[in-house]
């Protein structure tokens, strides 16, 4: 069956800290990955993809996500928080044959402490 | 700025009446829509595909005479939640995939509207 894990419900990091978000799938083809994050009152934004090529992705923000075929993986990281950082993250896998169809994660809420 | 919209924003209504949600891509054209429920703390599930000038397809386990779809134009999709009852209360949101010019292939989320079922 197709699915993501997140694995961590709640992580707290200290601003200036690095993160890692977890991010583990099980997908019969080939899959795109993403990465979101929610904040309340706001639409899911995309921080990044990986669709083929280069497994160390770069996005927006800082972030960076790299893709273990070996291990299922797609951990999102960024190597200092900022306090502003703090939202729900989403994980979530696709197909190119899926139109745009997306399997998300349960999430994973980031809290940042001064 | 926010490429698709969704309307309204929250919306309370008592147990037995619809609701129609509004989704909107407000500066491209959208071939494909999505449809999304999620509950407090959990995940975003699938409920609907939405074609435009087609049927829905729903996903396995989502009442299609209770979660009315249309997806009319380009740029508009509705989601009509009948006879509502306490548990659909949920966040639903929309995505938009855009299908020609500079925004084509690219999924976009709307903001989501919280429904609450007295």
């Known amino acids: 069956a197709q699915s993501v894990t997140q694995p961590d419900i709640h992580i707290t990091v200290s601003e200036g800290a690095s993160l890692e978000l977890r991010c583990n799938y099980s997908y019969g083809a080939t899959p795109y990955l993403f990465w979101y994050v929610q904040s309340p009152g706001q639409g899911l934004q995309l921080l990044l993809k990986?669709?083929?090529?280069?497994?160390l992705v770069q996005g927006i923000k800082g972030f960076e996500a790299e893709f273990k075929r070996s291990q299922s993986s797609f951990n999102l990281r960024k190597p200092s928080v900022h306090w502003s950082d703090a939202a729900e993250y989403f994980c979530?896998?696709?197909?190119?044959?899926?139109?745009?169809?997306?399997?998300f994660g349960q999430g994973t809420e980031l809290s940042v402490k001064p | 700025g926010a490429v698709v919209s969704q309307h309204p924003s929250r919306v309370i209504c008592k147990s037995g009446t619809s609701v129609k949600i509004e989704c909107r891509s407000l500066?491209?054209?959208?071939?494909?829509m999505f449809w999304y429920r999620q509950f407090p703390k959990k995940s975003l599930m699938l409920m609907a595909t939405s074609n435009e000038g087609s049927k829905a397809t729903y996903e396995q386990g989502v009442e299609k005479d209770k979660f009315l779809i249309n997806h009319a134009s380009l740029t508009l999709s509705t989601l009509t939640v009948t006879s509502a009852h306490p548990e659909d209360s949920s966040f639903y949101i929309c995505s938009a995939i855009g299908g020609l010019g500079g925004r084509a292939g690219e999924q976009f989320f709307g903001p989501g509207t919280r429904l609450t079922v007295l």
């Open positions: 979530a896998v696709g197909a190119r044959n899926q139109g745009g169809k997306l399997i």
């Open positions: 990986y669709f083929s090529g280069d497994t």
């Open positions: 500066d491209f054209q959208a071939t494909t």
